[in-house]
């Protein structure tokens, strides 16, 4: 089974562990391994002596990468604790993708698609995986890649599906069992379930396929 993972972006090169500098170009591959896919990041040098090598003769076959493309690295700015705790569209896609419900597949095509429109998400092609499409996604910030399967979406299923993105938003995922966190609660206490009221977020339509958010 393909594990749906991010694939963050690297901060050094995959050869020659140099560390990439801010603005520097490089190259971004994808290949296919038994239990998902793995990313590598290679600068410009040592992408250019790999091609060299793998055209020689004799050299030992290499697997070939499903998908390459030219990215540029951004030194990622320091992190900020964020006060705004519902999720964004952003936020709430990397979490169904953690997650890996098939029953959301249509949420996080949905996301893709719309944060693609928002110029938060680029579109680096995609590859066939059987009959299904499995579309490449890069953020343009942090460089990390994400996966999203084409669910193949019907006209009369689009309803549906807005409802669930909209749902999500506003009330984020339901916890897994067993996923509450105990850690320092004592046996004898009783646990009680956290009653905050949830922030309500608008949400309206863009079109019949994507659900657009204030931002």
């Not at 090598?53 to 499903?66: D, F, I, M, N, R």
């Not at 493309?69 to 990622?76: A, F, K």
């Not at 429109?117 to 490449?136: A, F, T």
């Not at 067993?178 to 922030?199: F, H, M, N, R, Y």
């Amino acid at each position: 089974m393909i594990d749906w993972n991010i694939q963050t972006r690297s901060h050094s090169c995959q050869i020659c562990h140099r560390h990439f500098v801010d603005k520097e170009a490089f190259r971004t591959t994808l290949f296919e391994q038994r239990h998902g896919y793995e990313r590598k990041d290679f600068c410009e040098e040592c992408w250019t002596r790999h091609c060299a090598l793998e055209q020689e003769k004799g050299q030992v076959e290499q697997p070939k990468a499903l998908s390459q493309w030219q990215s540029v690295y951004v030194v990622p700015p320091a992190s900020a604790p964020d006060p705004i705790l519902k999720d964004t569209a952003e936020s709430l896609l990397h979490k169904l993708i953690e997650r890996n419900d098939s029953k959301h597949a249509g949420a996080r095509f949905i996301l893709a698609v719309m944060l693609e429109r928002k110029r938060q998400l680029k579109n680096k092609g995609h590859i066939m995986e059987g009959s299904v499409r499995v579309l490449i996604y890069e953020h343009p910030k942090t460089g990390d890649v994400l996966m999203i399967k084409d669910p193949g979406l019907k006209i009369n299923q689009l309803e549906e599906v807005q409802r669930d993105v909209l749902n999500l938003l506003e009330h984020g995922l339901e916890p897994i069992q067993g996923e509450i966190a105990t850690a320092g609660v004592l046996p004898e206490q009783e646990i009680v379930a956290d009653q905050a009221p949830k922030s309500a977020g608008g949400a309206g339509m863009e079109d019949q396929a994507v659900v657009e958010t204030k931002g």
